[in-house]
């Protein structure tokens, strides 16, 4: 009976996974892991004055209880800085699983449709019941609470009414189509607040949206998916006109002059086959489409995505691209208005044994445009604030791997970026740095980047390698370099129980072709595990690493160094 009542305590006082009724008498019902971890941490500077503390340690633990699939999770951790605790039992919110059926009781969330209800936590209780192709969801509570304006804190940003909501939704799901409903309801209690508030834009509001998901599959080979919803929001319940003439929503939404009406479409074909593919993606959000069901909400956008793959020989050769344009202004009535094109394309080939070789490119373009109102008695200028931004990426990834008793692998990398930023008389301005006024003039940044590297893997464990690299930047005129070469080394003993790792790096900066730096840098480290018992009760770990970073001096700037040893102990169950 005792043991009874310690299990319906913990059931009942904390959250994590869904609880699995199922599991009740069996041996994994109830199973315990965690584990012990203690750090050391010694630093020492030369030259320089040093900010953090000389000898650090933090020593940390977790113990974790699963019960029918409910992780109770406790931890602390103690260190020179200070100390902490967690425990899982002021937690509120549970979610008891049976067969098809799982509810969700507390301060909890669930998922619907980002354009109703999505991720938003409520208080209160939710359920879901999947019988075969068959999905059902339900939920209702509180949004928000009700926080009061306090004028001696001046919280009127953090002032709100209570927010009640429910939602549902009902699924049918077989393997080539299927269809989803989804009703939200939400709305501000008026009354929950008994004091004034000085922020306009706080207001009482009252919402509810109806999704309609659908998605079918044709000969195999084509998808087609698609959502539309629509949303009825009044934003100021407290508003009213007695001119306003009631419509046959009021009552759903308390409707007033203030009551939108608007929508939201999102629309995909894909077309797969086995060296062709090619997807078309289309989302249109009125420029008012809110939902009370999200935090935060992006509306007043049109999106069109194209993504087209292919393969060649034997899909040795797989090339995808990708591009999208973006608009807002829907309805032209902004001050401003943007447009932007994302494109990518990435190439990756396999053609020579043991060789692989990846390109990628992409470009995003930007155009700002301001709307100035007119005016018969000013000739305004304002045009000139007009903005024009263009960032592209450009890498490459040559690898070879060769060698039986000997393996070795040469690997080739490099990236070119450039970003330019363009203001001034810009009338219009195409995709990808096209149809831009050639009277404009911007100064872009560029940045050149590449590493070579070679290493070799010997029998037994050991592995050697160098690399080199290299950078390059420019930008406003000015000129930033760095190079230096690296050399790493690696053994595994005792079955790999023991890893022993050795690199030093050097680097040397310079500034508008002037030396201004070189780093010298030195690590050093090594891990075991050992097995002296049984792994049924546990693992035992510890690692110890060294590293040395030597600044060296240039001109009249003086040597720097910094030595930071770390020690590792942890034990796992």
Same mark, same amino acid.
């Given at each position: 009976?005792?043991?009874?009542?310690?299990?319906?305590?913990?059931?009942?006082?904390?959250?994590?996974?869904?609880?699995?009724?199922?599991?009740?008498?069996?041996?994994?019902?109830?199973?315990?892991?965690?584990?012990?971890?203690?750090?050391?941490?010694?630093?020492?500077?030369?030259?320089?004055?040093?900010?953090? /503390?000389?000898?650090?340690?933090?020593?940390?633990?977790?113990?974790?209880?699963?019960?029918?699939?409910?992780?109770?999770?406790?931890?602390?951790?103690?260190?020179?800085?200070?100390?902490? %605790?967690?425990?899982?039992?002021?937690?509120?919110?549970?979610?008891?699983?049976?067969? +098809?059926?799982?509810?969700?009781?507390?301060?909890?969330?669930?998922?619907?449709?980002? %354009?109703?209800?999505?991720?938003?936590?409520?208080?209160?209780?939710?359920?879901? &019941?999947?019988?075969?192709?068959?999905?059902?969801?339900?939920?209702?509570?509180?949004?928000?609470?009700?926080?009061?304006? +306090? $004028?001696?804190?001046?919280?009127?940003?953090?002032?709100?009414?209570?927010?009640?909501?429910?939602?549902?939704?009902?699924?049918?799901?077989?393997?080539?189509?299927?269809?989803?409903?989804?009703?939200?309801?939400?709305?501000?209690?008026?009354?929950?607040?008994?004091?004034?508030?000085?922020?306009?834009?706080?207001?009482?509001?009252?919402?509810?949206?109806?999704?309609?998901?659908?998605?079918?599959?044709?000969?195999?080979?084509?998808?087609?998916?698609?959502?539309?919803?629509?949303?009825?929001?009044?934003?100021?319940?407290?508003?009213?006109?007695?001119?306003?003439?009631?419509?046959?929503?009021?009552?759903?939404?308390?409707?007033?002059?203030?009551?939108?009406?608007?929508?939201?479409?999102?629309?995909?074909?894909?077309?797969?086959?086995?060296?062709?593919?090619?997807?078309?993606?289309?989302?249109?959000?009125?420029?008012? %489409?809110?939902?009370?069901?999200?935090?935060?909400?992006?509306?007043?956008?049109?999106?069109?995505?194209?993504?087209?793959?292919?393969?060649?020989?034997?899909?040795?050769?797989?090339?995808?691209?990708?591009?999208?344009?973006?608009?807002?202004?829907?309805?032209? /009535?902004?001050?401003? +208005?943007?447009?932007?094109?994302?494109?990518?394309?990435?190439?990756?080939?396999?053609?020579?044994?043991?060789?692989?070789?990846?390109?990628?490119?992409?470009?995003?373009?930007?155009?700002?445009?301001?709307?100035?109102?007119?005016?018969?008695?000013?000739?305004?200028?304002?045009?000139?604030?007009? &903005?024009?931004?263009?960032?592209?990426?450009?890498?490459?990834?040559?690898?070879?791997?060769?060698? /039986?008793?000997?393996?070795?692998?040469?690997?080739?990398?490099?990236?070119?970026?450039?970003?330019?930023?363009?203001?001034?008389?810009?009338?219009?301005?195409?995709?990808?740095?096209?149809?831009?006024?050639?009277?404009?003039?911007?100064?872009?940044? /560029?940045?050149?980047?590449?590493?070579?590297?070679?290493?070799?893997?010997?029998?037994?464990?050991?592995?050697?390698?160098?690399?080199?690299?290299?950078?390059?930047?420019?930008?406003?005129?000015?000129?930033?370099?760095?190079?230096? $070469?690296?050399?790493?080394?690696?053994?595994?003993?005792?079955?790999?129980?023991?890893?022993?790792?050795?690199?030093?790096?050097?680097?040397?900066?310079?500034?508008?072709?002037?030396?201004?730096?070189?780093?010298?840098?030195?690590?050093?480290?090594?891990?075991?595990?050992?097995?002296?018992?049984?792994?049924?009760?546990?693992?035992?770990?510890?690692?110890?690493?060294?590293?040395?970073?030597?600044?060296? $001096?240039?001109?009249?700037?003086?040597?720097?160094?910094?030595?930071?040893?770390?020690?590792?102990?942890?034990?796992?169950?």
């Amino acid at each position: 009976m005792k043991r009874i009542l310690i299990y319906i305590a913990l059931l009942f006082s904390s959250w994590s996974q869904a609880q699995n009724l199922e599991k009740i008498g069996k041996e994994e019902m109830t199973t315990v892991t965690g584990g012990m971890t203690s750090n050391f941490v010694y630093n020492n500077v030369v030259g320089q004055q040093q900010f953090r /503390d000389p000898f650090a340690w933090v020593l940390s633990g977790n113990v974790t209880v699963n019960f029918l699939d409910l992780s109770l999770p406790f931890t602390f951790s103690f260190s020179n800085q200070g100390r902490s %605790y967690s425990q899982p039992f002021n937690m509120t919110a549970l979610h008891p699983k049976y067969k +098809d059926w799982q509810a969700h009781v507390g301060i909890t969330s669930m998922n619907f449709s980002r %354009y109703t209800y999505s991720g938003m936590n409520f208080a209160g209780a939710g359920l879901e &019941y999947k019988p075969k192709k068959w999905e059902f969801k339900a939920f209702g509570g509180r949004l928000k609470k009700a926080i009061e304006y +306090d $004028p001696t804190v001046n919280n009127v940003n953090f002032v709100s009414y209570k927010r009640m909501g429910f939602g549902f939704s009902t699924a049918y799901k077989a393997s080539n189509y299927g269809a989803e409903l989804i009703l939200f309801k939400a709305y501000d209690d008026g009354t929950s607040l008994h004091y004034a508030h000085n922020n306009p834009e706080l207001t009482v509001r009252d919402n509810i949206v109806a999704s309609l998901i659908t998605n079918a599959t044709l000969f195999k080979s084509i998808r087609l998916n698609a959502e539309i919803a629509s949303s009825l929001l009044t934003r100021d319940v407290l508003l009213n006109d007695p001119s306003y003439q009631r419509s046959f929503y009021s009552g759903i939404v308390r409707g007033n002059q203030t009551t939108g009406f608007s929508n939201a479409y999102n629309a995909s074909i894909d077309y797969r086959a086995k060296a062709f593919g090619v997807g078309l993606k289309y989302e249109r959000i009125d420029p008012n %489409y809110s939902t009370l069901g999200a935090i935060y909400f992006n509306n007043d956008l049109e999106n069109v995505t194209l993504n087209p793959s292919f393969s060649l020989f034997k899909s040795k050769v797989n090339v995808s691209m990708s591009a999208g344009y973006q608009r807002n202004n829907l309805d032209k /009535d902004n001050a401003t +208005d943007s447009k932007r094109w994302i494109g990518s394309a990435n190439l990756t080939a396999q053609i020579i044994k043991g060789m692989s070789f990846n390109l990628t490119y992409s470009n995003l373009s930007s155009f700002t445009r301001r709307n100035p109102a007119a005016d018969p008695f000013y000739t305004q200028f304002a045009d000139t604030l007009n &903005y024009y931004q263009v960032s592209q990426n450009f890498s490459s990834n040559i690898t070879y791997s060769f060698g /039986d008793t000997l393996r070795q692998s040469i690997n080739l990398m490099g990236s070119y970026a450039q970003s330019e930023n363009i203001t001034g008389r810009l009338n219009d301005a195409g995709a990808f740095g096209f149809n831009v006024d050639s009277d404009t003039s911007s100064l872009p940044v /560029d940045v050149y980047n590449g590493i070579l590297g070679h290493r070799l893997l010997f029998k037994g464990g050991l592995s050697i390698g160098w690399t080199f690299n290299a950078n390059h930047s420019i930008a406003v005129g000015n000129t930033n370099s760095y190079i230096g $070469p690296g050399a790493n080394l690696s053994k595994s003993l005792f079955k790999r129980k023991l890893s022993l790792n050795s690199s030093i790096t050097y680097n040397r900066q310079y500034a508008n072709s002037i030396h201004t730096n070189h780093v010298l840098n030195f690590r050093a480290g090594l891990r075991y595990s050992p097995e002296i018992w049984d792994k049924k009760y546990g693992k035992l770990s510890m690692a110890f690493n060294g590293n040395l970073t030597n600044r060296l $001096p240039v001109g009249t700037t003086a040597k720097t160094q910094n030595l930071t040893i770390t020690a590792n102990l942890a034990y796992q169950f």
